[in-house]
Nanobody, 123 residues
């Protein structure tokens, strides 16, 4: 099964930018798209963005993250990135990547998840 490993999280200051990476190994045909989510304790996992491996078609959440978050992929490196600009303390969360057979905002359609990377934004 495909393995997903996130990296790039850490402690940053409000206003900073960060680029998260999700490295995929053992990719399968079912992994048509890869998405980014985030979760804070006590809340549901929140969809942020998704992108197809083949054509790079991107889908974003209809929320305030649009415009600050950019998803991209490097097929040669089997890696998907999430660029986050103008970070604020409300962005503090564990960020996850996950694979799905289609690009979608529906969390339940993502069937393979990474372990997550913590992002903490100080004010």
């Amino acid at each position: 099964q495909e393995q997903l490993v996130e990296s790039g999280g850490g402690l940053v200051q409000a206003g900073d930018s960060l680029r998260l990476s999700c490295a995929a190994s053992g990719r399968t045909v079912s992994s048509y798209a890869l998405g980014w989510f985030r979760q804070v304790p006590g809340k549901e996992r929140e969809f942020l963005a998704s992108i197809t491996w083949s054509s790079g078609i991107a889908l974003y959440a209809d929320s305030s993250v649009k415009g600050r978050f950019t998803i991209s992929r490097d097929n040669a490196k089997n890696t998907v990135y999430l660029q986050i600009n103008r970070l604020n303390p409300e962005d503090t969360a564990v960020y996850y990547c996950a694979a799905a057979p289609t690009v979608t905002r529906i969390t339940n359609l993502y069937n393979n998840w990474g372990q997550g990377t913590q992002v903490t934004v100080s004010s």
